[in-house]
Structure formats: C-alpha cells, structure tokens
C-alpha cells in the first residue's frame, strides 16, 4: 500500500515509539489509534495494519 502517507507529522514511529507496544494487540491498537487520530480514519484493514507492521520492521504475527 504505496499509497499511505506513514511519515507526515506526526509519523508512525513518532507516535508508536512513545507508547512502546509490545504484544500484536497493542501494536494493532497503536496503528488504528494513530489512524483515527492523525488521519481522520475511522477503521483499517488487514493491508494497513501490514503494511504498518512492514513500515515499523515488527516481526510479522505468526497463525499458529
């Protein structure tokens, strides 16, 4: 998803870095924090929350 702007202030980074998630939940809830809060959107997909996961370099949830 090329097309997602993860870097315009506050970035991605910025703001997971300072709650520091460190399960899959809450980096899932960290990603649609930031989404709803600094871009106005109301819920995200399985692509954003990849492609956040990518963004970050978090290891990718393995299913079990």
Known sequence: MDELD???DPSLR???DEYNPQSDS???LVIAAWFKLHR???G???DQA???Y???RWAERKDV
């Open 50 to 52: 990849f492609t956040c």
């Open 40 to 42: 106005n959107t109301e």
């Open 26 to 28: 809450a980096k899932y």
């Open 6 to 8: 993860l870097d315009t």
């Open 14 to 16: 910025f703001f997971a």
């Open 44 to 46: 995200i997909g399985a």
């Open 54 to 56: 990518k963004k970050m």
